[in-house]
């Protein structure tokens, strides 16, 4: 393990470690165990099957964004993104993110600039469109203007999280605005102008350092901008951003119908199928954060603090998130492992950043 994955590790665990324990503090462990054994776990087999089957929708809208760069089929882009999606749920920072462009490369002769641009885009929909969902469902839920929830040491209330909407709003237009500038051809001229202008910083230097920067750092930058840019191709067929599109909106009510599936068979998770939308978004925001491999800590967090929304007491929340988080996680990882054994990927050579 390198001196930054081994970093990275620590702190997820760190933050991972402090929320599990501001969740369940004040759940005593025989009262967990007790609820854990009322949940009747038939309800498990449609919820998987649900969840799994968004899967299915984000390797077509992989291959959708693709499309512009390299057409590739559907077991071409299913097998990288769920050996991706294991990765994130068994090694620290998120390397998933990463492996999927790595494979791709090794099998398809995508360069892992362009096909790490399409994971970015993917990636830019499922925030957009989760932002859109929050705004949504909290102008459709009534939450009591008085609630006011303790938790992690903290005071948190309607505003609160209204509050934590908008700014999420901004910071997504903002990222959606900056990685798509990228492909305009006017923004990436002068991106490049300023990059092919880094020697004269080294204005003291002779010519032939001046030389070397500008070809061991300058060039390949802007090599790696052109082929970044090019994962932006679908901003040039509308038809692919509107199917995208569609197959996004189809996996979060899909993820969303999962959890309510499985709340079926959960004592006293009485919440609507739109309220437990709001769940799933708000625990999305949680794990949005550094966290332990597999996001265990914040998931439960962002769970229970949701469902304090709602009025569900910490022990059933507690109950039902811990469970719903495992049978999220198990499946894909299970999925992933096979992927990685029929595409033959070697996972430790993905945990290598040096080959990334």
């Known amino acids: 393990m390198n001196r930054n994955t081994a970093i990275s590790l620590f702190i997820g665990t760190a933050i991972s470690v402090a929320a599990l324990y501001f969740a369940f503090r004040n759940i005593p462990l025989d009262d967990l165990l007790i609820y854990l054994s009322s949940i009747n776990y038939f309800w498990i087999i449609p919820a998987v099957a649900v969840s799994l089957s968004t899967f299915l929708i984000r390797a077509l809208r992989w291959q959708s964004i693709l499309e512009p760069v390299r057409k590739i089929s559907f077991i071409q882009a299913f097998h990288p993104l769920m050996t991706g999606f294991m990765l994130n749920c068994i090694l620290p920072g998120r390397i998933g993110e990463a492996a999927r462009p790595v494979i791709l490369m090794k099998n398809e002769n995508v360069p ?19 932002i859109i969902l929050f705004m949504a469902i909290m102008a459709g839920i009534r939450i009591d203007p008085d609630l006011v929830v303790d938790f992690g040491g903290y005071r948190l209330n309607n505003a609160d999280l209204i509050t934590a909407g908008k700014n999420l709003a901004g910071t997504g237009a903002i990222i959606v605005a900056g990685s798509f500038l990228l492909f305009f051809g006017k923004t990436r001229k002068y991106i490049g102008f300023i990059i092919m202008k880094l020697p004269v910083v080294f204005f003291f230097a002779d010519s032939s350092f001046k030389k070397k920067i500008e070809n061991k750092i300058s060039l390949p930058a802007l090599h790696i901008l052109e082929n970044f840019s090019n994962g932006f191709l679908l901003i040039k067929h509308p038809r692919t951003i509107l199917i995208s599109s569609c197959y996004t909106l189809a996996i979060w009510i899909l993820t969303a119908f999962s959890y309510y599936l499985f709340a079926l068979g959960c004592p006293g998770i009485n919440l609507s199928f739109m309220e437990l939308t709001a769940v799933m978004i708000i625990v999305c925001f949680f794990i949005a954060l550094p966290s332990a491999p597999g996001y265990w800590g914040l998931w439960e ?31 894909v990882i299970i999925t992933g492992l096979v992927s990685a054994i029929i595409t033959g990927v070697n996972i430790g050579s993905l945990n290598n950043s040096d080959k990334i």
Not at 115 to 121: D, I, L, P, S, W
Not at 302 to 330: R, Y
């Open 301 to 331: 967090a962002g769970g229970i603090f949701a469902m304090s929304l709602f009025g569900v007491s910490a022990k059933e929340a507690a109950g039902f998130t811990l469970t719903n988080h495992a049978i999220q996680m198990v499946p």
């Open 112 to 130: 892992f600039s362009t096909g790490m641009a399409t994971v970015a885009v993917d990636r830019i929909f499922d925030i957009v469109f989760l």
